[in-house]
């Protein structure tokens, strides 16, 4: 089972911190000076630092959304975070040159057992910057390309430049504009046309610091009939202070490209999870998101696909597990904007305990559009009394071509199948433990096998703690 | 000790006492039958010894091969060896049998312990051979869309392949037909055994046709009134119910 361990998602594993000394620190707080310090560490162009200083502004003068999400997010104090923590902006292509302290964090994740077992190519973050990146030879000669951000737009700007900031304008939303003013790390891909990479390309976002704010940007380009998936996965130690994490990450799949972006997000419980995550269609091109959300105080999160080009498809899997304290408020995004285009949307959600979890979705076919399909399926379980879920499905279909089938469903674990489940030998965490895999089981049979495992692994752990 | 016995249990939902004074006791190796008329506690006797939480013991005991089973929780109660086959099962969406059973067998072991694959398969496919199930049923989700016949039949393929020490069927013959009602019997007969005690809980007659009982209790507003054999059963299947509970007046 070399391929079980994809993304290690025992909430405990994750829980630890070694004391890291960082070469460069932006200090506590946002201001100009917070900016200019990071492009100037980074080294960068005059024009990312007149991009980042413009997403500044439009970072403060946006309002926070409170106004439909929840007011947790009043609870976020932007001066006590810490905006940039590394030891250094290049990182390692071998593991023997990875600083002890950081390697060990990830060697304890069992990330470079990983890249040996199945990964096409590894990124390592660590806080604000990659400590480890590394691709197969054989992807370099065919021509992909796999940096970090600042690398990408540094060394290949012909490529990135176009797309940068592109599909997810800086002022889409107060943490887009947030993750353009201060983004570090994140990956920058770009796979030539006609490559089709087998093995998947994965990230692994860490977070070690205290107070800190992580803020990654990933743009991945799949030139005309190229193909990639790309996995990510996130931990961090449980601080008594809150973190935040706000990513921004775009997708561009060109004519006939494929790029499938997988995410398994288990922060732990005092991390703001605050990322926008958007991909750009083109003519039979398509995009899927697979989106597990575990973890974290709370996410935001509305993966979606802009349908560009005639015959484009875009799908969004999502899975949301909602424990004591936690809200999931996840969901998609589906606009078409060409004919023929077709899109799909499963959403389920579990909410155990006092979790919340809100599924908000947004399809919109315009009426001069024909021949273009949406399906949306949300579905969501609560397993006790105090649980809460929320739908919000926003569908704008106009024109008398295009179709849309909607269906939600809400419902719970009773205590019949407990009873039956029990009768035959499993106690009470095993029985909610079968009945949640169950729920989620049509949806999870699609997802790639190791992700599948591990979620399993996962849901079991949580239910057991959930039964007095 | 090599028995299920009940004694003298009372039993109560929503403060309304159901069982009284119940008195039975099971022997490995034997088959026991309860008839009993609508309403008088035939399938609360089977919940309560499994312990759903609906239904209050108020007094009296029940115990399996000397261990006290009023005081376990209801998967301790299967795992020391009490099997339940519903009279109404229940739909686990998404879980499919094989996987079900799997985790039913794998609750007996130590925990992290997975029980061997292909012995599990080999055997419950021929398990499900024996009770007519066909094979793609493993792969279907426990009960859901199941015909009364089919949900009946995969109560007994648990049964048989979880191998209690002891088992309740609860009206298990009702919503069958001949055919799957002879299935039926068929499963349960295979399952008869010295080491096993079976009580098996109907409303009708017709199913001591198949399953030949060692003795046949009468319940009556919660208490077995009468005992006897197999004739007793058909006595009541001519005469129904009436005489005994004029015998019973007049006695009292």
Redesign the interface.
Known sequence: MSTEAAIDIDREKGNFSYDTDYEYDAGVGLSKDTVNYITDVKGEDDWVRAFRLKALEIFNSKPLPTHWATKDLENIDFDKFRYYLSKGQQPSRTWDDVPDDIKATFERLGIPEQERAFLAGVEAQFDSEAAYSRMKDELSKEGVIFVGSTEGLKDHPEIFRKYFGKVIPTGDNKFSALNSAVFSGGSFIYIPPGVKVKQPLQAYFRINAENFGQFERTLIIADEGAEVTYMEGCTAPKFETTTLHSAVVELVALKGAKIQYITVQNWSSNVFNLVTKRGLAEEDAEIKWIDCNIGSRLTMKYPGVILKGRGARGEVLSIALAGDGQHQDTGAKMIHAADDTTSNIIAKSISVGEGRSTYRGQVHIPKHLKGCRNNTECDALLINTNSRTDTYPAITVRGDDNSVQHEASVSKVNAEQIFYLMQRGLNEGEAMSLAVNGFINDLVKQFPMEYSVELKRLIDMEMEGSVG | MNELNIESLNVSIDEKQILKNFSLTIPKGEVHTIMGPNGTGKSTLAKAL?G??DYTIDSGSATMDGEDILAM???E???AGL??A?QY???????SIA???R???N??LPKGEDIDAVAYYTELYSEMERLGIDRKFTSR?VNEGFSGGEKKRCEIL?MAM?KPKYCILDETDSGLDIDALKIVADGVNHMRSEDRGILVITHYQRLLNYIVPDYVHIIMEGRIVKSGDKSLALEVEERGYDWIKEEIAATV
């Open positions: 499994a759903h939480g929780e209801v998967d109660v299967s795992r099997f339940l519903f099962p229940i739909e686990i969406p998404g879980v996987n079900f059973i985790a039913a067998l609750s007996r989700s648990q979880i």
